[in-house]
């Protein structure tokens, strides 16, 4: 079982990256400013890493390994960012000036491309994690 100052590693790692990509990303391609896109962004980022702790939680309940199945990484990252998205959507709609469809499918463009970076970072996290810990670096 993964502890929570391990979880808070994890998403404080995994929510910088996601900013660093993101919002020059959706930036350019909704035309909002890089101010306005990033304080969403931020927010968004902030209400992900509560997120994150709570399903990655969740998660490690009911898949207890450190070594899991492509399938059971696809279900943690889907999970993940459907919870999400539905958390969601009515702020981006807000916030962007724009209907819930156009949030939608805006919000389903970056949970694809986060469901594919969910993938890789928790691999990646995992196995640092397998290293550290076979070392003994707790």
């Known amino acids: 079982m993964r502890s929570w100052g391990e979880r808070l590693l994890h998403t404080t790692l995994f929510e910088a990256g ?7 990303l959706a930036s350019w391609l909704t035309g909002h400013g890089i101010a306005q896109m990033g304080m969403l962004t931020v927010v ?9 702790l709570v399903w990655n939680r969740l998660f490690d309940h009911w898949v207890p390994t450190r070594k899991r199945s492509l399938m059971q990484r696809i279900a943690q990252s889907l999970g993940f960012e459907v919870g999400l ?3 969601t959507l009515p702020g981006v709609a807000w916030w962007l000036d724009m209907g819930l469809i156009e949030a ?3 919000d389903l463009g970056f949970m694809l491309f986060f469901m594919v970076y969910a993938l890789v970072f928790n691999t990646l996290f ?6 550290r810990l076979a070392q003994g670096g707790g």
């Open 85 to 87: 998205l539905v958390m």
């Open 18 to 24: 996601g900013l660093l990509m993101a919002t020059p």
């Open 104 to 106: 939608f499918w805006l």
């Open 44 to 52: 968004l980022a902030t209400f992900a890493m509560l997120w994150n």
């Open 126 to 131: 995992d196995v640092w994690m397998r290293r």
